[in-house]
């Protein structure tokens, strides 16, 4: 069913393109601890690739690999083709690879409007100057980015919190406004780090349903973590496995369930 | 009308001029702390570094002659030259941002996600520092400053009120200017931080430096500018403290004057700074006014940080400062 190079057509009939992101033999240590060893896999474009595991497995690790919140020891990122030298977090970033974080890291004391603009900081370029004196371009900027971010407000339904300071506002609509500062990056990759984490039922419905909109609306790429076997199984494409810092898995949602070795973590054996 | 009366609104406006420069100073804290959470106790010795510099660059005098001449046996003191005001000026602001891009490069760069207290600490060594190598730099003796700020009694506000209550008031054109300065800077300011996107990024940087970096905003950038604007402000400081009173090390001693002020107006808030100031300027001429006498004068000395102590039992945020709410 994997077509190397071009891509395939998953059983919804969308169209996954070529590898977006390719890592290559990654190994990660913290001092004596192996947190990642020896993984490889890729993202292609428009998919929705999930990376999945118990507690302690590596996936947020992994995680920040890709961000650049990490460097590996070993091992390539590959981005768009090209072999990715060692880069601070907000170079990758401005490479257009956006996240959000396990807990939530927004900016409390702004509002929820300037906390999605802050995601635009990719898309605007005019000079410091230009921005003390907020003329010509950087008013123009402005008023561009400021349109972009009210589709995206509109898109995730939180127009009746637009000017509410973010650390009013409830678990589940912080989670949702930092979905909407990373997709306002327009990015070519999205990251998300247990987007359903601390979520009841209901919270969980309307975030799948959201992730599963952005990638068929905009063809937005998205890596997730998740905890969620049963969220992971209907969102994503393609899953990876990872227990104790190694792959197990990489496959379709079916391939994965069916894989001895994902059964054996998930449910525990005894390791000899 | 009663004459004390006229005085004290003579007093009164005098001590709101006078709050405008201890708002000045305090001005270039807020920027700091909102922004990286540090309380720059060398915002004074800014100030100081920056009328000094301004004043060499000026008058053409050679930098660190002192020790040139000591190493080398020679005797030169000055260039020669005399360099206008307005270009001085920008040169001198070119050297506080080689400044602040220093102390972010060289100091607070390694000390990233440390306790305050020690981040307090290292602003205490950069004060000293910054004092010695400004000596060293420029020489100790007072020196005049004059860009060419209009000074003296304003004579049309001497006029007017002498037609009105029959006593001329003494408004120094100097006060007025600095008001002026000083009212246009926090516009800009408060405009810069809201409404642009370094300003955005200012403040995404100050609430969570992972987010910020999750945008790709780089702390590193954001830190220099932050110490550039304070270094603007200290400039700025600098000019009017120095006209008024020559540029003399006294100077750093202003600092002082400006932590009653942030106690009053709240470390976070920049119309805080203003206000706080105002108070501090307006309380201390009326108080010494009134009272001073009966107490032996000299009261200006205590009276902001007395004030500062009541306020404090009080409302410890200060007048605009963000509420501290601690969640159990």
Do not use: C
Request: proline residues 3%; charged residues 20%; without cysteine.
């Amino acid at each position: 069913m994997l077509d190397a190079s071009e891509g395939y057509t998953t059983e919804d009939g969308r169209k996954i393109g070529g590898v977006v992101m390719e890592m290559k033999n990654i190994t990660l240590r913290f001092g004596g601890v192996v947190a990642i060893k020896d993984i490889s896999f890729d993202i292609r474009e428009g998919e929705i690739r999930a990376i999945i595991g118990p507690n302690g497995a590596g996936k947020s690790s992994m995680l920040n690999v890709i961000s650049g919140f990490y460097n590996p020891q070993d091992g390539q990122v590959f981005y768009k083709g090209a072999l990715r030298p060692q880069m601070k977090p907000y170079q990758v970033a401005r490479q257009g690879i956006a996240r959000t974080f396990q807990n939530i890291a927004l900016f409390d004391g702004m509002s929820v409007l300037d906390n999605i603009m802050t995601g635009r900081i990719r898309q605007m370029d005019a000079g410091i100057f230009a921005q003390a004196i907020w003329k010509g371009k950087a008013e123009r900027e402005e008023v561009e980015n400021r349109e972009t971010v009210e589709k995206i407000i509109d898109f995730l339904e939180i127009q009746h919190i637009r000017k509410t300071p973010v650390g009013r506002l409830p678990y589940g609509l912080k989670k949702r406004v930092e979905l909407a500062r990373a997709l306002a990056a327009e990015p070519s990759i999205l990251l998300l780090d247990e987007p359903m984490a601390g979520m009841n039922v209901e919270e969980k419905e309307d975030m799948s349903r959201f992730i599963l909109d952005v990638n068929d609306e905009f063809g937005t790429t998205i890596a997730l973590i998740e905890h969620d076997m049963g969220v992971v199984m209907d969102l994503s494409d393609r899953v990876v496995v990872m227990d104790y810092g190694k792959k197990i898995g990489d496959g379709t949602p079916d391939e994965v369930r069916n894989n001895q070795a994902v059964i054996d973590a998930y449910l525990g054996v005894a390791h000899d | 009308m009663p004459e004390q009366f006229v005085w004290g609104m003579e007093v009164f406006l005098n001590g709101l001029m006078a709050g405008v420069l201890y708002a000045l100073v305090a001005l270039g804290f807020v920027l700091i702390y909102k922004a990286s959470g540090i309380f720059n106790y060398a915002q004074g010795v800014m100030a100081l570094f920056a009328a000094l510099t301004l004043v060499g660059i000026m008058e053409g005098q050679v930098p660190f002659s002192h020790l040139i001449n000591a190493v080398l046996g020679t005797e030169i003191h000055h260039f020669g030259w005399h360099v206008p005001a307005v270009l001085a000026i920008l040169f001198t602001m070119a050297v506080m941002v080689l400044l602040a891009w220093a102390v972010n490069q060289f100091v607070f760069r390694h000390l990233v996600n440390q306790e305050p207290i020690i981040l307090f600490m290292a602003t205490i060594g950069l004060a000293y520092f910054l004092e010695g190598f400004g000596d060293m730099m420029w020489g100790s003796d007072i020196k005049n400053l004059d860009v060419g700020l209009p000074q003296g009694i304003n004579t049309s506000i001497d006029e007017f009120t002498y037609q009105i209550f029959d006593y001329g008031f003494f408004i120094d054109n100097l006060d007025l200017f600095a008001t002026a300065i000083a009212a246009a800077l926090v516009f800009s300011l408060v405009v810069f931080a809201q409404y642009s996107k370094q300003g955005r990024a200012m403040r995404a940087v100050a609430d969570d430096h992972q987010a910020a970096l999750s945008v790709g905003i780089s702390l590193n950038f954001i830190w220099v500018m932050v110490w550039s604007l304070a270094g603007f402000v200290a400039l700025v400081a600098g000019i009017m403290w120095g006209t008024k009173s020559g540029v003399q090390f006294s100077l750093s001693l202003i600092a002082l004057k400006a932590l009653p002020v942030l106690m009053l107006g709240g470390f976070t808030s920049i119309p805080g700074a203003i206000v706080g100031g105002l108070i501090i300027g307006v309380g201390e001429k009326l108080f010494e006014f009134s009272f001073g006498q009966m107490l032996g004068g000299a009261t200006e000395n205590w009276f902001a940080y007395v004030l500062a102590l009541i306020f404090l039992v009080f409302r410890p945020q200060g007048l605009f400062g963000e509420k501290i709410i601690e969640r159990v």
